[in-house]
């Protein structure tokens, strides 16, 4: 059985007849998106009906995160952050000496510069992903 509804925020309006099987109509009020089409798993679509207690506050989450987390270590943050420096320093200076011995327009050196890129777009991401958390 299909759903048929489209709610805005929490507020299903009408479920009617095609209301999930097993409930009633008040007992429906997720957040419903429009599922026409959708082939349901056994759980005939309750795991599309959310609403916001169903969700553990930030208390909630902190409270099963251990303490120590919550610690800084500036000294191991500085030794990560070191790491990525130079890796993406060493990458970028194989690059550099690379472009003198296999010239990138070549067709044939498409395949060693793709593999570059890879290692290279790998090991950067670690910078990346600090500058977006410094970002927050």
Same mark, same amino acid.
């Given at each position: 059985?299909?759903?048929?509804?489209?709610?805005?925020?929490?507020?299903?309006?009408?479920?009617?007849?095609?209301?999930?099987?097993?409930?009633?109509?008040?007992?429906?009020?997720? @957040?419903?998106?429009? &599922?026409?089409?959708? +082939?349901?798993?056994? &759980?005939?679509?309750?795991?599309?009906?959310?609403?916001?207690?169903? *969700?553990?506050? @930030? $208390?909630? !989450?902190?409270?099963?995160?251990?303490?120590?987390? *919550?610690?800084?270590?500036?000294?191991?943050?500085?030794?990560?952050?070191? !790491?990525?420096?130079?890796?993406?320093? +060493?990458?970028?200076?194989?690059?550099? @000496?690379?472009?003198?011995? *296999?010239?990138?327009?070549?067709?044939?050196?498409?395949?060693?510069?793709? $593999?570059?890129? +890879?290692?290279?777009?790998?090991?950067?991401?670690? &910078?990346? !992903?600090? @500058?977006?958390?410094?970002?927050?």
């Amino acid at each position: 059985q299909k759903l048929n509804a489209v709610a805005v925020g929490n507020d299903v309006s009408s479920i009617g007849e095609n209301s999930m099987p097993g409930q009633s109509e008040s007992s429906n009020t997720g @957040a419903m998106i429009d &599922l026409e089409g959708i +082939a349901f798993s056994g &759980l005939k679509g309750k795991a599309l009906s959310l609403t916001p207690e169903d *969700f553990p506050g @930030a $208390a909630k !989450v902190r409270g099963v995160i251990p303490e120590d987390c *919550f610690e800084p270590e500036t000294a191991k943050s500085l030794g990560y952050l070191s !790491v990525s420096v130079a890796g993406t320093a +060493a990458c970028t200076a194989v690059g550099v @000496a690379m472009l003198g011995v *296999f010239d990138p327009s070549n067709v044939f050196t498409w395949p060693l510069w793709t $593999a570059y890129s +890879a290692v290279t777009g790998t090991v950067a991401m670690g &910078l990346w !992903v600090l @500058a977006h958390e410094c970002g927050h």
